[in-house]
């Protein structure tokens, strides 16, 4: 019973490099965001999706791009990192119908970017 | 849009009752959420209210709803140290697929 999975769970990156953060869901939920968590901030949330095929901005989307080409995936990419990306990043999922719709969370993955 | 708030810290001494509040200003909102955020682990659902609901008692935990104030909140009965952790408010609505959560409340339990 996996739920989210996030990969990697820790990285550092060199100002200017490019990675993909990982995240993978096997309920078959429609919806999958991507939020950022900083001291003080809370989540904001980066971007989302609400099937395949779909993806938009969320508060927070510079810097960062999204594709959905299955259900179960949803990556989310930093092009040219930057320090002002150093972030503990969560990958969250939830079905879209059926009443009570709790959003699952995977276990984070913590960037710096130096 | 939606606006979720809640305090940010909150300490107790062990063994007594914890209240966490948040207020929200989506008066259409169908569900309400606490969830949990341990020390490195991601969120996790800690319990929900539906909006016509008033009060859900789940062991030590009761959830109290007012929804013509928006106001909702956590009550934990004898808390332990293992209840230190962050608490998320959040809420969703039949009109939007997005689910705002607060900033998170930091719950301190000293001896």
């Known amino acids: 019973n996996a739920g989210v999975t996030q990969t990697p769970k820790f990285q550092v990156l060199k100002t200017g490099q490019s990675m993909t953060l990982q995240c993978a869901q096997d309920?078959?939920?429609?919806?999958m965001s991507w939020y950022r968590q900083d001291p003080g901030m809370g989540l904001r949330l980066i971007h989302y999706?609400?099937?395949?095929?779909?993806?938009d901005q969320g508060e927070v989307p510079n810097g960062y791009n999204v594709s959905r080409s299955t259900t179960e995936d949803f990556p989310l990419r930093l092009l040219s990192a930057a320090p002002s990306q150093t972030s503990v990043y969560f990958c969250a999922s939830r079905p879209l119908t059926g009443g009570n719709t709790e959003a699952f969370f995977g276990q984070g993955t913590r960037l710096t970017v130096v | 849009g939606e606006d979720v708030e809640q305090s940010l810290f909150l300490s107790v001494r062990e063994g007594d009752s914890s209240v966490i509040n948040c207020t929200y200003t989506?008066?259409?909102?169908?569900?309400l959420y606490w969830y949990k955020q341990e020390p490195g682990a991601g969120l996790q659902l800690l319990t929900y209210i539906f909006s016509n609901m008033d009060m859900k008692q789940d062991q030590r935990l009761t959830v109290l709803l007012n929804k013509k104030d928006t106001h909702l909140s956590l009550r934990i009965a004898d808390t332990q140290t293992g209840d230190s952790a962050i608490y998320f408010c959040c809420s969703a609505s039949g009109g939007s697929y997005i689910p705002t959560f607060g900033r998170g409340t930091s719950l301190i339990v000293h001896p």
């Open positions: 309920m078959n939920h429609e919806y």
């Open positions: 999706s609400v099937g395949a095929g779909i993806t």
């Open positions: 989506d008066s259409s909102s169908t569900y």
